[in-house]
């Protein structure tokens, strides 16, 4: 068994540049919303903020599978390992093996990519299916075509690699190996699956952030004082300045979060427990939405 590592120097600077130049522009944005006035403006432009912060943590992940990024060759199979992702590939069911810069077909790419990093499927022109692990350019990979699926692959020492390769192929396998691919361990948590589960998650979430977004978009028109405490006949009793109406999000915030906290840690031995804490988090949020509605009313 030999062991083939990539060459992930470049497409490791360049990821960590890319997010360099995310956390460089979310800085932007926070300091801008910071020292202009709350409005609506404020409201998109943290969401734009929130889901490039999603972004990057993709991008890590990704990161951590390229650094992790090797092919194991035996006469058996070929195993491409990155991160926790693994494709076998039995080196029986390789019918040609084809170097990039044969490819004179058209490339589609759906995956990710920037240079250095190729991970994704395509189509190839003359080839077909391609399932893409790389950290080369096209023309420096390595394409293991099998029986509808083809392999595209960059070992850093392609010549080594190829030579090896022959090798094996001619000696023959001393065992069969079934291809197969195997994601990462959480992409196969039956979570994914559970709709309530994800409906209760979603639905507090979304109702969250469109209770913070409706809150910035009235923000500009609200009194100076608003009333945040009522007696038993529904008068304000307690008035405070406009500003503190952001407590109750605040609050759904850190309702949601802990509760979602709780609820996974208990989803897997107490999957009624956890829907209950879901949905009470659901609920806070209904709640805070009549309690905001019935502010701006008296206000």
């Known amino acids: ?6 060459n992930p120097q470049t497409g490791l600077r360049v990821g960590l540049a890319l997010i360099a130049a995310v956390l460089l522009v979310d800085m932007g944005m926070v300091v801008w919303a910071a020292t202009r006035p709350v409005d609506g403006l404020t409201f998109l432009l943290g969401l734009f903020v929130l889901g490039s912060l999603v972004v990057i943590g993709l991008m890590g992940y990704w990161i951590s599978g390229l650094v992790q990024s090797a092919y194991v060759l ?6 491409i390992l990155w991160g926790e992702t693994e494709h076998v590939i039995p080196l029986p069911q390789v019918q040609r093996v084809l170097l990039g810069e044969e490819v004179t077909g058209r490339v589609r ?6 240079p250095g990093y190729w991970v994704g499927y395509g189509e190839i022109e003359g080839v077909g299916p391609v399932l893409f692990h790389a950290t080369a350019p096209l023309e420096e990979q390595v394409l293991l075509v099998t029986p509808g699926l083809a392999y595209a692959i960059s070992p850093e020492d392609r010549d080594g690699f190829l030579s090896t390769l022959h090798i094996r192929m001619q000696m023959g396998p001393t ?20 709709r309530p589960a994800l409906v209760l998650l979603t639905g507090g979430l979304v109702a969250l952030l469109a209770l913070t977004g409706f809150l910035c978009f009235r ?19 307690r008035l405070g300045v406009r ?3 952001f407590f109750l999000p605040l609050i759904g915030l850190i309702v ?6 709780l609820g996974g840690l208990l ?4 999957r009624l427990a956890a829907y209950l804490l879901w949905g009470g988090a659901v609920t806070v949020q209904v709640l805070f939405w009549a309690a905001v509605l019935g502010i701006l009313a008296a206000a």
């Open 74 to 79: 035996d006469r058996n199979a070929l195993v």
């Open 267 to 270: 989803y897997r031995h107490e």
């Open 256 to 261: 949601l979060t802990a509760n979602g906290v």
């Open 175 to 194: 065992q069969w190996v079934e291809q197969s691919s195997h994601g990462p361990s959480f992409a196969r948590w039956a979570f994914w699956q559970d």
């Open 109 to 114: 790419f759906r995956g990710v990519r920037w």
């Open 219 to 237: 923000f500009p028109h609200l009194p100076p004082l608003i009333p945040l405490h009522f007696d038993a006949l529904g008068t304000p009793d």
């Open 1 to 6: 068994m030999t062991e083939w590592y990539t």
């Open 243 to 245: 500003g503190q109406i």
